[in-house]
């Protein structure tokens, strides 16, 4: 196994992005055949985080989006950067998944991508792949 | 390392189900002693989740069935299948959970249980096991 | 890989604990060169969990351990030991986290440490390292 990096560009300061083909992309990419039946995909980023869901109807993604943020209670939060919201969201969502492969590649459900999930963007964020 | 399907049937909307049982007979059924100390657990759908937590009391699983549709927020959700609360709880709880073995048997806690969380049933539902 | 267990002792009932020095010994104390790309961490408690946040500004996790007490829905929980709060937030967060390693040292970002999540403390946890 070994760690690959590819970076992606946020849009908003929510904003789920499917990241699938750049990740299959970085399966394709392997010189030698894959030689395990799991890859993980690791977010090295405390306000953000990494999900799978549904890619096919984009609203899935723009009410996960809405649903996300009136999750966060309303609180007086003391981190002085102001956006422990993002961090909570981060723990909730959660920075690793660990999905199976079928013959080098993503064997996800009929209805799955992979959601990269920016809670306190615009930002150029990390995702690491371990295969 | 392989990848193995098991079925399951939903009772309801909301349904927490045992398969701790089934996944053991999974690792039980290999030809060979398995070379992992590891098992990786993945839900291949978007509307149900994967969990770990206790199994000994049944009210457990009943509180958290409670708990999960009252987390949902009360928005006007987009997404024109209606399920969006799904979707959003399968975000939160997790499609992927990797569980350590220790000779060939799953690693758990005293109370742990594995859980097949559904929650836009009743369905016919896949698990997929990485052993 | 083999499986390691650490103990922790926590200090109330919802404390965020940094963990990530006891699990990079660990790592450091394993006699061959470590084989695996990735380790998992894995939580053996059912009202308890393991998460990666921020470590540095520790206000970041007094801001967690109070957003998760609020986001606990105030309903009447069937389970007589009265802890379903406690459970909800261990499937919430989760037991298990997988995180890719680089020349045998945790691959964290800048600001990630690993933190175990109390929920029903205090109490000496178990915290089993699949390395």
Redesign the interface.
């Known amino acids: 196994?070994?760690?690959v990096e590819i970076k992606i560009k946020t849009a908003r300061t929510v904003n789920l992005q499917n990241i699938t083909s750049e990740i299959q992309k970085v399966l394709d990419q392997k010189d030698s055949s894959i030689d395990?039946?799991?890859i993980?995909v690791?977010?090295?980023?405390?306000t953000a985080a990494i999900?799978?869901?549904?890619t096919y109807?984009p609203?899935?993604c723009?009410?996960?989006e809405?649903?996300?943020e009136?999750?966060?209670?309303n609180?007086p939060?003391?981190?002085?950067?102001g956006n422990?919201p993002a961090?909570?969201l981060?723990?909730?969502?959660?920075?690793?998944?660990?999905?199976?492969?079928?013959n080098s590649r993503l064997?996800?459900?009929?209805?799955?991508g992979i959601?990269f999930c920016e809670f306190d963007g615009p930002r150029t964020r990390?995702v690491?792949i371990?295969r």
Do not use: C, R
């Open positions: 196994m070994e760690i395990t039946s799991v993980t690791f977010i090295p980023h405390t999900t799978i869901n549904e109807d609203s899935v723009s009410d996960l809405t649903a996300f009136k999750l966060v209670p609180i939060y003391q981190h002085v950067e422990s961090h909570l981060s723990s909730l969502v959660g920075t690793s998944i660990t999905i199976p492969l079928k064997d996800l459900g009929t209805w799955q959601l990390t690491k371990a």
